[in-house]
């Protein structure tokens, strides 16, 4: 499972910096507010997850300030995605089965495997709706399946 979550954890940093390569190289997207709105909830849901199983605390305050700039949202997601990767190296199968409780988690509790998958599956869909606003402003989504991803990944 480990290695699994590895190789979704880097393939969400790839189709994320694809996508996000796409809206900037698109000055309409770039503008767009639902855009925004919508790359924003992505980055908000991630950062609850990965504090969680950080254990740091999720300050909503803080954390669902708009970023000034589309480069300040992308150094976001960057700085997020590299906390991350940094967590995953060392992990342990033990560290993925420890349980997160959070009033802010349906039920009230899952496993960290079942968060890091939640943070990917969430991200996933809301790219494709990113991919259709990108396209409404003439745009051409970049490809980000997974497959793909595994035959070129450095």
């Not at 999720?58 to 992308?74: C, M, N, W």
């Not at 003439?138 to 399946?145: F, I, N, Q, R, W």
Request: aromatic letters at 8%; charged letters at 20%.
């Amino acid at each position: 499972m480990l290695e699994m979550l590895r190789d979704l954890i880097a393939h969400k940093a790839h189709a994320n910096a694809a996508l996000l390569t796409g809206i900037r190289q698109n000055p309409a997207a770039v503008s767009d507010p639902e855009l925004w709105e919508l790359l924003h909830h992505i980055l908000l849901a991630n950062r609850f997850w990965l504090l969680t199983v950080l254990g740091l605390p999720f300050v909503y305050e803080d954390e669902a300030r708009p970023s000034a700039s589309f480069d300040a949202l992308i150094h976001r997601y960057d700085s997020t995605q590299a906390q991350e990767a940094t967590w995953l190296e060392t992990a342990t199968e033990g560290d993925l089965a420890r349980i997160l409780e959070d009033a802010l988690i349906p039920s009230g509790k899952c496993s960290v495997s079942q968060a890091f998958m939640q943070v990917c599956m969430h991200s996933h869909g809301h790219r494709a709706q990113c991919a259709k606003l990108l396209r409404r402003h003439g745009g051409v989504p970049p490809p980000t399946d997974f497959i793909l991803w595994l035959t070129s990944r450095p």
